[in-house]
């Protein structure tokens, strides 16, 4: 009886099991007079910080929208699809302040949660990842902190998506402050992938066997997806390739 009990409590159940405990904690935690004392007293002091992180978001996104103006000019395409940006929610923040057990403080959320501000950059082709990646890292006001390459090594989900991790500065009336912002960067087909997984992995009411088979098919589809970011990105070279020849025969053409 009690074996089978056991051989009924698969890998997806325990997961939902955990998530759901999770949600618990965190309604539990939020209600819980500490952190409303904590939301009342720090009002000012956190709005203030998620106002920080904003402009921290933007300064990033104007850098992106440069690079992309920039390359365009130079190869005649555009590398970056679309920039979407978020600040993560407080409920979040608290959530990740329990997952990780730090101590709830401004100073302490600003050091151990590193993904307040993000930035996402959906690129054409799998190259332009690295080229842009490359670009901001080479300016003098960007420090890398981490960098997860989930291209090169895809999550066992089949998520694949480059992360970093930088501090850039914001000047504010009288002082400069240095602040953390991710950037993920993807594949318009990593992106959709990610976002239909996504679903997957909050929807809570999807019978086990139906989620478990829904995951290995989106697993099988990350696959597909990929080599087809490289055989687009193929084609995209083998077509830059040919205008290149055409226009080094129209130059030499107009020489004669
Ligand atoms: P949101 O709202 O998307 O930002 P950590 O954040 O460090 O506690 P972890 O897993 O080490 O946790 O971070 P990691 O691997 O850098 O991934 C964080 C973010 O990547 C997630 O943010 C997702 O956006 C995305 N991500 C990572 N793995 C997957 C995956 O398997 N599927 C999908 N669809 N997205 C993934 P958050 O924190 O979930 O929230």
Not at 200 to 208: A, F, G, M, N, S
């Amino acid at each position: 009886m009690g074996s089978g009990k056991r051989k009924g409590i698969t890998r997806m159940n325990i997961r939902d099991y955990i998530k759901q405990k999770k949600a618990e904690v965190l309604v539990e935690r939020i209600n819980s007079t500490r952190f409303q004392d904590f939301i009342k007293r720090h009002g000012r002091p956190l709005s203030t910080m998620f106002t920080y992180y904003e402009c921290a978001m933007m300064e990033v996104e104007t850098k992106f929208k440069v690079l992309d103006q920039e390359y365009s000019l130079i190869h005649d395409r555009n590398p970056i699809e679309s920039i979407k940006t978020r600040i993560k929610s407080l409920d979040s923040v608290i959530e990740k302040v329990g997952k990780y057990g730090v101590p709830l403080t401004i100073e302490s959320i600003e050091e151990n949660i590193n993904d307040i501000a993000g930035v996402r950059v959906i690129c054409s082709f799998p190259d332009d990842i690295y080229t842009l990646a490359e670009c901001l890292l080479e300016q003098d006001d960007v420090t890398l902190l981490q960098k997860k390459d989930y291209i090169r090594n895809p999550k066992p989900s089949g998520y694949r998506s480059l992360h970093l991790i930088i501090s850039v500065p914001i000047f504010l009336e009288h002082k400069k402050r240095d602040m953390k912002v991710e950037v993920q960067f993807r594949t318009i087909a990593m992106d959709f992938w990610a976002s239909l997984e996504h679903n997957l992995r909050y929807k809570r009411d999807i019978p086990e066997a139906l989620s478990a088979e829904l995951a290995e098919e989106l697993l099988e589809c990350a696959n597909i997806s990929s080599s087809l970011d490289i055989r687009m990105q193929r084609i995209r070279k083998r077509l830059s390739e040919d205008s290149a020849e055409i226009d080094e025969m129209i130059d030499s053409a107009q020489w004669l």
